[in-house]
């Protein structure tokens, strides 16, 4: 028991010492003051888990504190092995997480796990149902598990939950695991954070309609047909080894890996896969550059959020867009060419400013 309640105060003892009224064992005391004297990065660079679920809700709380402190830890990041989870709703992306974990911490790896639910497009709320499905591993000191909603952001991925990466990543984590919502032609920007990028599929569902679709079909590394006790499995693996005949020959063929999730079938095998694919992009010295990619896209991707936030925010209340918005409606003036009035008066009113 770390500490019980006590009667007033004594000396320090050889066993426990009682400080204002509480026993608080000797091994305690060096941490309680180091928690008085560390900062919130030194704590969140040490592994501390509060300090990491701190730290991420101050910055999907938008709080300056919590972006100066990603500045403060990103010399730190890019030591774990970042892989990303995307595929349609229902194919079992959450227990699949879970089972993976499961085999990252027999091998003694500390993981890390992001879900992105949808929200809705009114209230922005979500459901954050990985949470049921992860909860086996809620008490892993060795696990930290946080559930995020992407709060309108097309491509899966909010602003907030790419920083909550890093800030993952610089907690000290072997693996850090990102589950990212749907998947269609635009919902694809889980590419701009992973170092290896895994597509879950299910048979029997139309996914291999959506296998079809390039935009979703060009991201993968490795590619997952979970729920393969389906009898449609085998019909949806050649769909989609067909359609990756297709495509450019390069110098990693993305394997098919066949999953049971539930049962935690075929788990060891995608491990495997997800560690060729690692050595790799690390033998062929492209991790760097996929690394670089990524960054440059997320720097752009932030970029354009911003000032999209600031312009809605500038012209909200201005009359002059009000009445042009009512021009587009009564069909006046076309949108292209309000959106560019738009911009002009903007471009003016900052340069009054």
Do not use: C
């Amino acid at each position: 028991m770390g500490s019980v309640r006590g009667a007033g105060a004594t000396a320090i003892g050889e066993t426990f010492v009682v400080l204002t009224g509480w026993i608080v064992r000797p091994g305690m005391i060096a941490r309680l003051v180091e928690g008085v004297d560390q900062t919130l990065a030194e704590r969140l660079l040490a592994g501390d888990k509060r300090a990491l679920a701190r730290a991420i809700s101050l910055v999907e709380n938008d709080d300056p504190e919590g972006w100066a402190l990603v500045r403060e830890i990103y010399p730190h990041t890019g030591q774990a092995a970042v892989f990303g989870f995307t595929g349609p709703p229902g194919a079992g992306k959450s227990t699949l997480l879970g089972a993976l974990t499961k085999l990252e911490r027999e091998r003694e790896r500390t993981v890390a796990v992001l879900s992105i639910d949808p929200s809705s497009p009114f209230s922005r709320g979500a459901l954050l149902g990985d949470r049921i499905r992860l909860s086996d591993h809620f008490l892993d000191p060795g696990v930290f598990i946080r559930s995020m909603a992407t709060r309108g952001a097309l491509g899966g991925l909010s602003e907030a939950a790419l920083q909550a990466a890093l800030l993952m990543d610089a907690s000290g984590r072997d693996v850090v695991l990102l589950e990212t919502v749907g998947v269609g032609q635009a919902e694809v920007d889980v590419i701009d954070h992973a170092d290896t990028v895994v597509l879950v599929l299910m048979p029997g569902s139309g996914d291999s309609i959506q296998a079809l679709k390039a935009g979703v079909m060009e991201i993968p590394d490795v590619i997952v047909v979970n729920k393969a006790d389906h009898p449609l499995t085998d019909t949806m693996v050649r769909e989609i080894k067909g359609v990756l005949a297709l495509g450019p020959r390069g110098g990693w063929e993305v394997p098919v890996v066949r999953t049971e999730a539930a049962r935690s079938k075929g788990i060891e095998e995608l491990a495997e896969k997800l560690g060729e694919h690692r050595a790799h992009i690390e033998a062929e010295g492209t991790l760097s550059e996929r690394r670089r990619r990524n960054l440059m896209n997320e720097v752009l991707a932030i970029a354009t959020y911003r000032m999209r936030r600031e312009l809605e925010a500038s012209v909200r209340d201005d009359p002059e867009v009000k009445e042009l918005l009512d021009r587009v409606v009564s069909r006046e003036i076309d949108p292209a060419s309000a959106a560019e009035t738009v911009l002009e008066h903007e471009a003016t009113q900052r340069a009054s400013r």
